[in-house]
């Protein structure tokens, strides 16, 4: 059956052409998926995994990274803080019937209509050495029991402010890498008012693969289930106003007039098609109608 027998227009991507896209976007920005401390721009070799960049992102100067805070030493009686990075090093999506990811076995198969998601990061902390933390306790017993801090403050790091941040030198870093694997699916109802009609994005399962101990594992990935779905795929939620595009209007701001209101518009699941957006055959589809009405 072709796919515009109940539509008027069809329109597809597969998911080799997301995964071209991913590939390329992490290549010309990869400040979007790396994020680390200021050191990593004279020490780019401290990243837990090299940042592959295309070459005219380099010849541009363009940053690699997000350049973000130190992570804090809590109770301290100065300010110290610790060198740190994360980065997101793949990402990979599989559309039904899943032959592109190996979901873990307690997401089971990706059931019809739905999405997977595969994403890889890796973080790195700065852990100083047994030495240099036995270097550093005098000083900070002297901070921390001793009210007059400015001689004491001088012995730690001679010549800073007494409340300017301690960046701790860094060697190497210590890092680990997770999998995380997301199953989803579309749907439409309504926000408010209950004739509305939403387009929604629905988290069915999350795993992170082999985090121990298992009650950590647990806990981690039910803090992540409950951010997305209080968080941040409510706001994904697109009104049905949203999807349609007005071509008449496209064409006044050409100079173009017609006496016709001409509308590209979803074709309504399931009257029309058995769904829209439909997620199958390795590609994501929609279905759109033109609709033309007197002015």
Partial sequence: MPFTDHSDLYGSIHEDGIQLVVRHVMRQRPSL?????????????????PIAVAPEVKDAGDPLFKEEDPLPVFGTPVPIGLNWCFQLTDVQMDFHPGNAIELPPELGALPVQSLALRMKGCFGLDCPSE???????????????????????????????ARELVVLPTRRLRCFCLELFAVAHFEWGPVGAPDSQWLKLRLDGLEIVNLQPAEMEDLIECYIRTVLRLGLLPRLSQPIGSLILNLTDLLKKQGVAIGQEITLQPAPAPVAVPNNPAVESDQLMAFINLVVEEA
């Fill in 33 to 49: 998926f790396n994020y680390a401390t200021a050191l990593f721009s004279k020490r780019p070799d401290l990243f837990c995994v």
């Fill in 131 to 161: 030495d240099f933390i036995r270097e550093l306790i005098p000083a900070i017993e002297v901070l921390a029991l001793s009210s007059a801090q400015g001689p004491a403050r001088a012995a730690l790091s001679p010549g800073i402010p």
